[in-house]
């Protein structure tokens, strides 16, 4: 059990704030503006999402982005993808930061500010997905570094807009714009910019005054499919990833 005052300062790339009712907003960022996503980050969201689902004053979660996009540019400082003990680290933090998000045991709204072109199995997570006109969907970095995309897209992208879309999506690269992705399925609402917070805190308030545990429950019971998905496929696809990563390391990858 985790307390905000213990953990609301603990997080370089998350800043924290919680209203009266326990609405928790997580906004990633990088000294304030868009995150760049690296090792660290990636070390350091598995005790994010730990910490955020251990407490149990958060009655509803907001994840959102800083900046000009939610997830966009990654940076290889921090990963070792070449020595079994660096890869190790990755393989298990990459497996637990999606049980992690999984274990935020109440509601999950994601406000996607911008683009999300790497880990957007983050925002498949969540049960109410908000988008802005400027969000796009791709897979980006995983092809560029000639890996596996087995860190869970692999998984949740034919899940939520079909088998074939999925793969295509992957496979392809597909730049998917926010009105495709609400015809797909893959987003709730697009809300202009400077109304996305807003909308997002609108939900999440009417959510807070229902009864805890009626939240609570509802969100385990409507992600026990996506449980048992995360934890038949991940590890399976992390390793497959690493598999490839050790193939291709004179193309640059960190």
């Given amino acids: 059990m985790s307390r905000l005052e213990s953990y609301r300062d603990s997080f370089r790339n998350a800043r924290l704030a919680r209203s009266k009712s326990g609405v928790l907003e997580v906004a990633l960022h990088t000294d304030g503006g868009t995150l760049v996503f690296d090792g ?88 109410i997905v908000l988008a802005t006109p400027t969000t796009v969907f791709q897979d980006k970095p995983h092809f560029e570094f000639g890996i596996v995309p087995g860190d869970g897209v692999h998984l949740l ?58 939240t609570r429950y509802t969100r385990i019971a409507i992600t026990q499919k996506l449980r048992r998905l995360i934890d038949e496929g991940i590890g399976y696809g992390l390793a497959l990833e690493g598999i490839s990563a050790a193939a291709v390391r004179p193309a640059g990858l960190p």
């Fill in 40 to 127: 660290h980050t990636h070390e350091q969201f598995v005790d994010l999402f730990h910490a955020v689902g251990s407490d149990p004053d958060n009655r509803v979660v907001i994840l959102t982005g800083s900046g000009e996009a939610f997830m966009e540019t990654i940076s290889p400082e921090g990963f070792d993808f070449f020595s079994p003990q660096g890869y190790d680290k990755i393989y298990r933090e990459g497996k637990k930061v999606l049980m992690n998000i999984l274990d935020v045991e109440v509601p999950l709204i994601a406000a996607l500010n911008g683009p999300v072109r790497l880990h957007s199995e983050y925002a498949l997570l969540a049960d």
């Fill in 157 to 214: 992208w034919p899940e939520v807009i079909g088998s074939v879309r999925g793969r295509y999506f992957i496979l392809t690269r597909q730049e998917l714009d926010a009105e495709t992705a609400k015809e797909w399925g893959a987003v709730n609402e697009i809300v202009p910019a400077d109304k996305l917070l807003d909308r997002a805190r609108e939900i999440a308030e009417g959510l807070a005054k229902l009864p805890p545990l009626t």
